[in-house]
């Protein structure tokens, strides 16, 4: 996708040295544009913990380069054991953040396949770990693409019952392209319609309290040149009842086999409201996100809580140009942050998938994935 007219991705091997990674640091944006270096095992962690990065597609793919980091430290930690090393950073790895799928899916990837390509010296499994990275982080570019070819007939549909004007699409957090490796989840859809011309307009929720969408959706979709509309979170529910939102798009960091779906705190609300208005809502999802070992996302997947700190201060940038946090709430409140909640299948219209659309339920899953059965 575009930044300032030019191409990138959210993840790359820097040019001309192999030794590091390079991405976008997303808790920076949309002030300024910053690209990190990581070199190390604890720079991958830090960037997914601290969310220098975040979106399951992107957490999985940054986890896959971090575990090629961590084989290029073998020789200066005076490894003596590089499968058990590799077993061991994709251990961390996996603790970093606990409810996006892609995580977990990537360093098992990883680890299986570098088991299976290479002798376990040192040298061989650093050069299957970069081949290995680079696919899961190609394959995602493609499995994003398709997902919005086969997102924008839903768009196509409802822009041919409009006569030319705008399709209004209300989405929440950030499933853009800064979320994956490229295009995007939920905005794939969005970018192929504004690549066909097809008119349309995305009302972006701000969502607190990381505010994903005020900082990340929105200035993706501006350098896109895609017209859009920030609004608080509580917002949606009214846009809906007055008939302004045509439909929902989603993202989602990890769904169940029966078709519940994790995604930041305040999509269920979405969902609900939508429900109530007759509106379609769908999720945008690639197949690494689907949890096979979990019947009831409601019950089972597990939920992240993250630190109050990001509830009683917000990030921003004041008159003299300069960054920081700011409190928001009294020095003595607690505060909860739970980072994601649960959408029952029965108020997702439809899952958006590389492979095809298909209704919220397992046996539906099924059909596009019979492999999983």
């Known amino acids: 996708m575009l930044v300032q007219g030019k191409p990138h991705r959210t993840i790359w091997l820097k040019d001309g040295d192999p030794k590091t990674v390079q991405i976008i640091d997303q808790r920076a944006l949309p002030h300024d544009f910053v690209i990190e270096d990581l070199k190390t095992l604890d720079d991958a ?8 990065v975040r979106g399951a597609p992107l957490i999985g793919a940054t986890a896959a380069w971090g575990l090629y980091l961590a084989l290029g430290e073998i020789e200066s930690q005076g490894v003596s054991s590089p499968l058990a090393h590799l077993h061991g950073a994709a251990t961390r790895l996996k603790a970093a953040r606990p409810t996006a799928v892609n995580l977990a899916w990537a360093c098992d990837r990883m680890t299986a396949r570098l088991e299976g390509k290479a002798s376990g010296q040192a040298g061989g499994l650093l050069a299957a770990a970069r081949a290995e990275a680079e696919e899961i982080a190609d394959e995602d570019v493609e499995i994003c693409r398709k997902i919005g070819i086969n997102g924008l007939g ?24 800064l979320a994956t490796v490229d295009w995007g989840t939920a905005t794939s859809p969005m970018y192929h319609a504004h690549e066909k011309n097809i008119p349309i307009h995305v009302w972006v929720d701000e969502t607190r309290p990381r505010n994903q969408g005020a900082s990340l959706t929105a200035w993706e979709l501006g350098e896109h040149g895609i017209a859009h509309t920030i609004i608080v979170d509580n917002a949606g529910g009214h846009l809906m009842q007055r008939g302004d939102v045509d439909m929902v798009i989603v993202g989602t960091d990890r769904t169940a086999r029966n078709g519940d779906v ?10 609900l409201a939508a429900h109530d208005n007759n509106i379609p809502f769908y999720v945008a999802l ?19 809580e993250r630190s109050g700190h990001e509830v009683t201060h917000i990030f921003g940038k004041s008159v003299d140009g300069s960054t920081g946090d700011v409190l928001l709430t009294p020095v003595s409140s607690a505060a909860a942050n739970p980072a994601f909640d649960v959408t029952p ?14 209704e919220a339920s397992e046996k539906a899953l099924l059909g596009l994935f019979p492999e999983k059965a």
């Not at 962690?45 to 220098?52: E, F, N, Q, T, V």
């Not at 219209?349 to 095809?356: A, F, M, N, S, Y």
């Open 45 to 52: 962690i830090r960037a997914i913990s601290d969310m220098y």
């Open 154 to 177: 839903l768009i196509e549909a409802i822009a041919a019952d409009k006569n030319g004007a705008p399709v209004n699409i209300l989405t929440h957090c950030n499933a853009g392209w």
């Open 262 to 271: 994790a995604n930041k705190i305040g999509t269920y609300l979405k969902a």
């Open 286 to 304: 690639p197949s690494p996100t689907i949890d096979w070992d979990i019947t009831d996302g409601c019950r089972d997947i597990p939920i992240e």
């Open 345 to 358: 299948a029965r108020l997702v219209t439809g899952l958006i998938t590389e492979r095809g659309i298909c």
